[in-house]
């Protein structure tokens, strides 16, 4: 009999000490989602104003977000995300979420800016896994090259222009890995070439 009351004190006690934590969980999880959810935003937004300068558009950018239907231009099978930069209700420029398909490891996600115009304002890549050292010199944290996107456009001569030097184009490569840089030159042309094809529907929304 002793032993079963000793295993119903235990089993109490575990319970309450189950119910007690799970209720300190919830409640810290309550505190602090406003405060992780005001940090996803900010973190964000600073991305945004790295490639897109701030006197372009007057609207709250992240929550004007649509959603693009898979399109092999945009690097993927999955639809991909673009927020409308706006001012005074006028679309000026287009920020679009899109996929470097080719990387030496992977793929690489990407941001890409584009104004109304069809020139690009800035890119940062936001995932990878390239080889540190190498190919993440695409990471604006490991070399500024990613810059040389900043007003660049699709031209008469594009196809020539759009590759890396190594294959007569104009954007350097780094010494001992060209597939990176190859694969995000490919992945802001290409989305160029999204926003010619879809201009006129993305600015009029």
């Known amino acids: 009999m002793d032993i079963f009351a000793s295993i119903r004190r235990n089993s109490l006690g ?4 189950a119910v007690v934590t799970a209720g300190i969980i919830a409640t810290t999880h309550q505190l602090t989602k406003q405060t992780i959810a005001d940090n996803i ?3 964000q937004l600073a991305a945004f104003n790295e490639i897109l300068p701030t006197d372009r558009y007057n609207n709250e950018l992240y929550k004007a977000v649509v959603t693009l239907e898979a399109d092999a231009l945009l690097g993927s099978d999955e639809p991909h995300h673009a927020y409308l930069a706006k001012m005074d209700g006028k679309v000026t420029a287009v920020i679009f979420e899109t996929t470097a398909p080719g ?3 992977g793929n690489l996600e990407l941001l890409v800016a584009i104004d109304k115009d069809g020139i690009v304002t800035g890119s940062r890549i ?3 896994k390239e080889t540190p050292g190498l190919g993440d010199k695409v990471d604006v944290k490991k070399s500024p090259w990613v810059h040389s996107f900043v007003g660049t456009f699709l031209g008469e001569n594009s196809e020539k222009q759009w590759q890396v030097k190594k294959d007569g ?3 350097d490569q780094f010494t001992g890995a060209t597939i990176t840089p190859r694969a995000v030159v490919r992945a802001v042309k290409n989305t160029l070439t999204y926003f010619d094809q879809n201009k006129d529907s993305l600015l009029q929304r």
């Not at 575990?14 to 000490?17: K, Q, T």
């Open 14 to 17: 575990l319970g309450i000490f």
């Open 41 to 43: 935003v900010q973190a």
């Open 103 to 105: 990387g030496y490891n």
């Open 126 to 128: 936001i995932s990878h």
């Open 169 to 171: 184009g104009k954007f």
